[in-house]
């Protein structure tokens, strides 16, 4: 599912409970923030073509992180198309081995304690989460550096939910993209509302909540998550509403 404009110049893509966004720049050219599951790769092909771009168009592709599902078509793009994938230095060693993560808790237990997560964690099997392939990161992301890509995001380290996330702000478009460090929608749990990633996908869930200062610094007026639809009401509002769920 292709979401036009949910920032300017932001359009998100939706497949299999798993967000990735296309920034545009004023060039035409298009920055890639995560890639998905393996089939994530057709829905980019239409996304691009009803958007007038081509793959080629695509001049970056940006982690936030390095968990499988938002790697999932990074090598295809790399490989096919010579995109440049970048990533923090913690998350580089992830990127090449993508189910290789630390996590607090047993994954096992949550379909079991949590049964309306089995849909999503479903889906994201059938979407290839069992068979996707490492990259190598080239590009490195800094704490505070704005990117020299399309849509000069600026880096915003948060880590808690790997240990070298980073979230990503627009300033000029009054957007955060938080990956995976606040989300609305968990899919251990099957939660809604802003929250951090339960346990079993997270390394440090203390660190994810103290991450959460950092992020509402940017005073964002959008969130665009990794996970769940997008929050209008501010970031501040969203770090509280994740404050008050609390770990799972």
């Not at 979401?3 to 050219?29: F, K, Q, S, T, W």
């Not at 990074?74 to 998350?91: C, D, F, I, P, S």
């Not at 478009?173 to 809604?192: C, E, K, M, N, Q």
């Amino acid at each position: 599912m292709l979401e036009r404009d949910v920032a300017p110049g932001v359009h998100r893509l939706e497949h299999a409970y798993v967000n990735c966004y296309l920034i545009e720049d004023d060039d035409g050219r298009l920055t890639l923030v995560d890639a998905g599951l393996p089939a994530f790769w057709p829905l980019l092909g239409r996304a691009l073509r009803e958007l007038g771009r081509r793959p080629r168009d695509v001049a970056a592709l940006v982690l936030t992180h390095a968990h499988f599902d938002h790697v999932g078509v990074a090598r295809r793009l790399q490989e096919r198309y010579g995109v440049a994938v970048w990533a923090h230095e913690k998350e580089r060693y992830l990127a090449a081995h993508p189910y290789r993560y630390a996590h607090e808790n047993m994954r096992g237990v949550y379909p079991l304690r949590y049964p309306r997560a089995a849909l999503i964690l479903g889906a994201m099997a059938r979407a290839g989460a069992l068979a996707v392939k490492g990259v190598s990161a080239e590009g490195t992301l800094e704490d505070g550096e704005t990117l020299d890509v399309p849509g000069r995001p600026r880096v915003v380290l948060s880590p808690g939910h790997t240990f070298g996330h980073c979230a990503l702000h627009l300033p000029d478009r009054d957007a955060l993209l938080s990956g995976d460090a606040l989300v609305t929608l968990d899919p251990y749990t099957a939660h809604t509302g802003p929250r951090i990633i339960a346990g079993a996908a997270t390394a440090d869930s203390a660190m994810a909540l103290a991450s959460l200062d950092v992020l509402a610094a940017t005073g964002a007026g959008t969130v665009l998550p990794g996970h769940g639809e997008p929050w209008r009401e501010g970031v501040d509002s969203a770090v509280a509403a994740a404050r008050a769920a609390g770990p799972s």
